[in-house]
């Protein structure tokens, strides 16, 4: 038989609190959730990696919608592998393109932090060099902003 686990043992497993577990499932993203004769939930192993997917996606920017949609589609079977696919190849290019706004930041940053190395190091205040592709950041539409999410 497969290993179960009570809330707060998928807590110790998984590093999340109970309060964060308990936050998942009511919001409709834990598929499977048995209950034992005392009517506490019982976790297994795939609910393990199913929270860790969960994470993912949400710290990726997916919406608590789309992830609802995602765990409807697993709970209805494999009729719905396609659909679940086409949901995730969506989201990674969303994701491909968070990472590209990411990296020409972090080069915007470093172009920064070289200008105050070299203004510090000489005295005078240097010619600010223009990053390439920085012009492009402020010509696309504004990502929806996203708040920053807790461990």
Do not use: C, N
């Not at 190849?89 to 105050?116: G, P």
């Amino acid at each position: 038989m497969a290993e179960t686990f009570l809330i707060g043992q998928l807590a110790e497993r998984t590093g999340r609190s109970v309060h964060t577990i308990r936050w998942y499932e009511a919001q409709g993203l834990i598929p499977g959730v048995a209950r034992d004769g005392g009517r506490r939930r019982v976790y297994g192993e795939l609910h393990i990696s199913w929270l860790d997917l969960m994470d993912r996606l949400r710290r990726t920017g997916m919406s608590i919608a789309e992830m609802r949609e995602y765990t409807t589609l697993v709970k209805q079977g494999r009729s719905t592998l396609a659909k679940r696919q086409a949901l995730l190849r969506a989201h990674r290019e969303q994701v491909k393109d968070m990472i590209a706004e990411w990296q020409l930041a972090l080069k915007l940053l470093d172009s920064k932090i070289d200008f105050y190395d070299e203004w510090v190091a000489s005295g005078k205040r240097p010619v600010l060099k223009v990053v390439e592709g920085s012009a492009a950041l402020s010509s696309r539409p504004k990502a929806k902003p996203r708040r920053p999410l807790k461990a």
